[in-house]
């Protein structure tokens, strides 16, 4: 089930997953066991993809080679957000870059950053607005040009510091969907104009559902990206700082991280479990 394979040394060890308390888990006879909290976010992670995806694979493999014990459960964004806002998680990923001013939705006059901390940025992926084809946009680049649209947004997530800033203050509509393919039935049946997504996500979302060929066809041609993208997007961990070893466990992730980077190694192995993945 779901197997990891990491180095200690100049020996590659392959740890077996167990079900664990709603989730899968790895090394649990550690002396720390994290609690980590994430989504079915294809084609990055998903419990539907070959080995839940690489990204859930190098979360694994960068803790366990740093002695923890890992425990993965899978939840929608928004209570994957709030267990980690009220500490009851160690670890959320993957999360897009918090801007200091982005108030928490867990906790009265706090701010995500004064609850959890950002690791080192991982690749990720672009940011876009997604429209149908053969509609008419404003969009030039700038979200400014867009206000008088019906956007689609899911759930609790961040997108950018300058759209974020527009619909806080009820400067752009919004309707809410719990996840992309929420979304892609907004945009289909003309509830909304755009969308906010990566489209990589989207046509993930759009494979792993339970539609016949013929309608994920219709849906993958119906879709049409807007250019420029609103940005690329890599991710990160956030670790809750209510975990008391909160500063060792970022610590060990960056080095972790940083270490991979230098060695080449990181994209190459994002690139060989991505193979998996596909």
Same mark, same amino acid.
């Given at each position: 089930?779901?197997?990891?394979?990491?180095?200690?040394?100049?020996?590659?060890i392959?740890?077996?997953?167990?079900?664990?308390?709603?989730?899968?888990?790895?090394?649990?006879?550690?002396?720390?066991?994290?609690?980590?909290?994430?989504?079915?976010?294809?084609?990055?992670?998903?419990?539907?993809?070959?080995?839940?995806?690489?990204?859930f694979?190098?979360?694994?493999?960068?803790?366990?080679?740093?002695?923890?014990?890992?425990?993965?459960?899978?939840?929608?964004?928004?209570?994957?957000?709030?267990?980690?806002?009220?500490?009851?998680?160690?670890i959320?990923?993957?999360?897009?870059?918090?801007?200091?001013?982005?108030?928490?939705?867990?906790?009265?006059?706090?701010?995500?950053?004064?609850?959890?901390?950002?690791?080192?940025?991982?690749?990720?992926?672009?940011?876009?607005l997604?429209?149908?084809?053969?509609?008419?946009?404003?969009?030039?680049?700038?979200?400014e040009?867009?206000?008088?649209?019906?956007?689609?947004?899911?759930?609790?997530?961040?997108?950018?510091?300058?759209?974020?800033? %527009?619909?806080?203050?009820?400067?752009?509509? $919004? @309707?809410?969907?719990? /996840?992309?393919?929420? !979304?892609?039935? *907004?945009?289909?049946?003309?509830?909304v104009?755009?969308?906010?997504?990566?489209?990589?996500?989207?046509?993930?979302?759009?494979?792993?559902?339970?539609?016949?060929?013929?309608?994920?066809?219709?849906?993958?041609?119906?879709?049409?990206?807007?250019?420029?993208? %609103?940005?690329?997007?890599?991710?990160?961990? $956030? @670790?809750?700082?209510? /975990?008391?070893?909160? !500063?060792?466990? *970022?610590?060990d992730?960056?080095?972790?991280?940083?270490?991979?980077?230098?060695?080449?190694?990181?994209?190459?192995?994002?690139?060989?479990?991505?193979?998996?993945?596909?």
């Amino acid at each position: 089930m779901t197997p990891v394979s990491y180095q200690v040394g100049d020996q590659t060890i392959v740890a077996p997953a167990v079900r664990y308390e709603y989730g899968y888990a790895y090394n649990i006879e550690a002396k720390k066991l994290l609690k980590l909290v994430t989504l079915n976010w294809p084609p990055y992670i998903d419990e539907s993809l070959c080995n839940n995806g690489w990204l859930f694979q190098l979360t694994v493999k960068l803790l366990l080679q740093k002695g923890y014990g890992v425990h993965i459960e899978f939840l929608p964004w928004a209570r994957a957000l709030r267990a980690a806002e009220l500490g009851h998680a160690d670890i959320l990923f993957p999360e897009y870059f918090i801007d200091n001013n982005v108030m928490s939705e867990n906790k009265p006059n706090k701010t995500r950053n004064d609850l959890m901390a950002l690791s080192s940025a991982i690749p990720g992926g672009n940011l876009s607005l997604v429209a149908l084809n053969g509609s008419h946009s404003n969009y030039d680049g700038s979200v400014e040009s867009i206000k008088d649209q019906i956007i689609g947004v899911v759930r609790a997530y961040k997108n950018t510091p300058e759209l974020d800033k %527009l619909i806080d203050s009820k400067k752009i509509n $919004t @309707v809410v969907a719990n /996840n992309e393919f929420q !979304q892609i039935h *907004l945009l289909m049946s003309l509830r909304v104009d755009l969308i906010v997504a990566d489209f990589d996500v989207l046509i993930a979302s759009i494979e792993k559902s339970a539609a016949s060929e013929k309608e994920k066809q219709q849906m993958k041609t119906a879709l049409m990206v807007l250019s420029p993208p %609103l940005g690329y997007k890599p991710l990160y961990y $956030t @670790v809750s700082k209510a /975990n008391p070893y909160w !500063q060792e466990i *970022l610590a060990d992730l960056n080095n972790e991280i940083k270490k991979m980077k230098e060695q080449g190694a990181l994209s190459s192995y994002i690139e060989e479990k991505k193979q998996c993945s596909s």
